[in-house]
């Protein structure tokens, strides 16, 4: 993995890492091949499902269970990294989405609000918790980056992906409403990175993901973009070249976000409509 050093001596915050698969694991990866120091965290019911310690162990990056919708484990979170990592944070990644909703196949005319109200805990609330305690702690430090990880559902309706689609729009409202207050007050960016559907465990999970994929991919003029490359991405809003930036919903999605229909899908949709 070729290292530009672009973030040598800073220290960061990785929430979401699960599996190899996941956005946040790669990002983990990226940062620390930039020269980044580290904390990984999850919900320790994530932690012990998935294979967290594994990266832990290869990246050298302790890691701190905490649930992101526990004000206290947040604030003992952002205590005990800045004490591991010996100073400030300067930056982290909010990497989470859940929706029991979609788990349990209830559609979105006939949800369960009290799954709902747990899908926008987890997917943005916690969004909200996280800077909330960081401000308060001072626990980032002037110029600092934040991002959360976000999907074009936001803005336009995809079936099937339900409740998650409400979820994000409130994600991104936050970054905007927070990203005011944080960037007067400390200079702190934040922004949220929409990414292409990508082959996460948690995309996957999202009923038709596939199609959702299949058809981006055609639909988007540099196809779509890979958890590598959001890591990529995420490396460079964290970096100093991005001072900048910020209340942003950045599109990375190889084009699809403002390509009306390209000449593959309109290929792939002649196709099928011939087989008919």
Known sequence: MQSHSLLKGKRGIVFGALNDRSIAWKVAEKAVAEGAQIVLTNAPVAIRSGEIYQLSEALNAPVIPADATSIKDLEQLFTEAQEKLGGKI????????????VRKGRTYDDLDYKFLDKTLDVSAISFHKMLQVAMKQDAIAEGGSVLALSY?????????????ADAKSLLESIARSFGCLYGSK?????????????????????????????????????????????????????SDYTKKVTMQNLFHDGGFSTTGMSAEAIEMFSQNCNKE
């Not at 981006?216 to 490359?229: F, I, R, V, Y």
Request: charged fraction near 15%.
């Open 90 to 101: 300067d930056f982290v990644l909010h990497s989470i989405g859940m929706s029991p909703n």
């Open 152 to 164: 074009i559902a936001a803005q336009r309706t995809f079936a099937g992906y339900n409740d998650m």
């Open 186 to 238: 400390k200079g702190v960016r934040i922004n949220t990175i929409s990414q292409s559907p990508t082959m996460t465990t948690a995309g996957s999970g999202v009923g038709g993901f596939n199609l959702f994929y299949e058809v981006a991919e055609k639909m988007s003029p540099l196809g779509n973009a890979s958890a590598d490359e959001c890591a990529d991405y995420c490396v460079m809003m964290f």
